[in-house]
């Protein structure tokens, strides 16, 4: 077998040991499959980490090939040695070059046929390359260079088809390890049995065993160095197989093979290592025009839905017992997932400082990971396991109806989050409030425009789940009639400075969707009021509209 620099023994020994580990190890958590179990319509593409590093890989790589296939020679000084050793590097500089050529376009037409687009995949390209430099190692002292352009090309082609096959059957193959050293681990000891030189096989061996297409054209048709390499490439794969396959097995078993499912949507920068690999630095400030005397644009405000947020509080008052149904609700609100291990959850009373009662901090234990738009809740004194089991173990009410704050705080005890919910009794301007009622006069049919208009006026987030919006006429007295009052459904919250508007008879979407469902008109021009309460009936804001006078 001719294998001159280890295109089998090197490069298949290791796709070989690939194929077996990513089979037995399984896919990375939402590459083929949801979080159910339920297969993808599309495998989900990680996109890379860094494109400059991979070709910056790529060409180091590169560049060390030529200790490794031309260095095979071992010497340079005996006759013949340095012929070897040069032909090694021009046959190993061709196929790189061609295999990656060959990848990038066969890709880019392949892409165009499939969506119309044309694209010049830099992964492939550089796949490619290193699939013609695995493709040209077995046979670089024995093939022409116009054979080891020949065998680039087709080592690009065969990275592409074991790249296919391997997602068709569902491996998963980070980096495309497996198609890149055992597809052209295979392909190059078998190219060498059909490409091999008679002359370059004499000068670099002393034998006559050379390729099948050099004996096909002198007529004898022998294969015998072709068979030899198929041999050499199922004994690998079989040695290999003996060897690797018990072993990952045994692993598995032990439960030493695979990291934690928490610990891999982590990272294992972060779960193994101390922490992630880059502290990337914010973008730097757009430079001035040269000359301009514009003062400095402020920088934008970060928008909201960008991390981990307290998202909703739900609260039965301080009456003990009445508790069970208390939680904080914590939710992803950005497009990743975050690691919020250490974690704090701390009540800040209605005098604004932190209530120092047992019961009252919740810190999440070590690891708890949210994905992106998923949600936990921090119960008062009950857990529940369909919201992650988490409690604050008080025995009292945490969240009453005197208003306060609960605080979100990371790891390094830096305030991320809040959520104000009100007090009962508080003025208007410094909660939810009425902030306006359009009316129409109380003749059937013009209530089409008539609405009453709920503003947060603060700055946090306030539940308004259950409160009500009520008609009080004018003579003071609470309305009787069907359609006088509206309550907010569960869950229903406002964000700060947001509004929404309860509409007399018709739903308007892009003001949240919410009507009365009156028959007739509500806010007449004989005046009145529209009064809010909240969930325990509490009047916490009201609008008086005037009383319209006859000219």
């Not at 020949?150 to 296919?164: L, R």
């Not at 919201?387 to 173990?393: A, E, K, L």
Request: charged share 20%; aromatic share 10%.
């Amino acid at each position: 077998m001719i294998d001159f620099a280890g295109s089998g023994v090197v490069h298949m020994t290791g796709g070989v040991t690939a194929l077996f580990a990513a089979k037995i190890l399984g896919p990375r958590i939402g590459r083929f499959y949801d979080a159910d179990g339920n297969e993808l319509p599309e495998p989900h593409n990680f996109p890379p980490h860094s494109v400059a590093l991979q070709v910056l890989g790529t060409f180091i790589l590169w560049v060390g090939w030529y200790g490794f296939n031309p260095g095979s020679t071992l010497g340079i000084s005996a006759s013949g040695y340095a012929d070897v050793s040069a032909l090694c590097a021009v046959t190993t500089t061709l196929a790189a070059a061609a295999g990656s050529v060959s990848a990038m376009f066969t890709d880019m037409i392949m892409t165009r046929k499939h969506t119309g687009d044309t694209e010049y995949d830099i992964t492939m390209c550089m796949n490619g390359a290193l699939s013609g430099l695995v493709g040209i190692t077995a046979g670089c002292s024995v093939c022409e260079p116009w054979a080891a352009l020949v065998i680039g090309i087709v080592a690009g082609w065969v990275y592409i088809f074991w790249s296919s096959l391997l997602v068709q059957l569902k491996i998963d193959d980070a980096v495309d390890a497996i198609p890149v050293h055992l597809g052209n681990g295979m392909w190059g000891c078998i190219a060498t049995g059909l490409f091999a030189s008679p002359g370059l096989v004499a000068n670099a061996y002393g034998t006559e065993n050379y390729g099948w297409f050099y004996n096909w054209g002198m007529g004898n048709g022998s294969g015998k160095l072709l068979a030899v390499e198929i041999i050499g490439v199922l004994f690998i794969i079989g040695w290999v197989g003996l060897v690797m396959i018990p072993y990952f097995m045994l692993m598995s078993k032990l439960g030493i093979f695979r990291v934690d499912p928490i610990e891999e949507l982590v990272g294992l920068d972060h779960a193994h290592h101390g922490g992630g690999a880059y502290v990337l630095p914010p973008n730097p400030p757009k430079p001035k025009p040269s000359g301009s005397d514009d003062e400095e644009e402020p920088p934008e405000p970060e928008e909201e839905g960008k991390g981990v947020i307290i998202s909703n509080i739900n609260y039965d008052g301080d009456v003990r017992g009445t508790e069970s149904d208390e939680y904080v609700e914590i939710t992803n609100d950005s497009k990743s997932t975050i690691d919020i291990s250490e974690y704090a959850v701390v009540d800040f009373n209605h005098h604004g400082t932190p209530d120092e009662t047992p019961g009252s901090t919740f810190v999440f234990p070590t690891p708890t990971v949210l994905k992106a738009g998923e949600s936990v809740r921090v119960y008062t004194n009950e857990d529940h396991p369909e919201w992650g089991g988490y409690s604050f173990g008080s025995g009292k009410a945490i969240w009453n109806n005197k208003g306060g704050k609960a605080v979100l705080m990371d790891r390094d005890d830096n305030e991320i989050s809040q959520f104000v919910y009100p007090v009962l009794t508080e003025a208007e301007g410094k909660g939810v409030i009425i902030s306006n009622i359009n009316y129409d006069g109380d003749v059937r049919g013009t209530e089409s425009d008539e609405y009453v208009e709920i503003t947060n006026d603060s700055k946090s987030t306030i539940d308004i789940s259950e409160y009500a919006v009520v008609d009080i006429n004018h003579y003071g007295t609470l309305k009787e009639t069907p359609g006088s009052t509206f309550v907010f459904p569960t869950p229903t919250v406002l964000k700060a400075g947001e509004t929404v508007r309860v509409y007399t008879n018709e739903d308007h979407p892009e003001w949240g969707g919410y009507s009365f469902g009156s028959g007739r008109a509500i806010w007449n021009n004989k005046g009145g009021k529209g009064v809010l309460k909240d969930r325990a009936g509490t009047e916490i804001s009201q609008f008086v509209y005037p009383v319209e006078k006859s000219a």
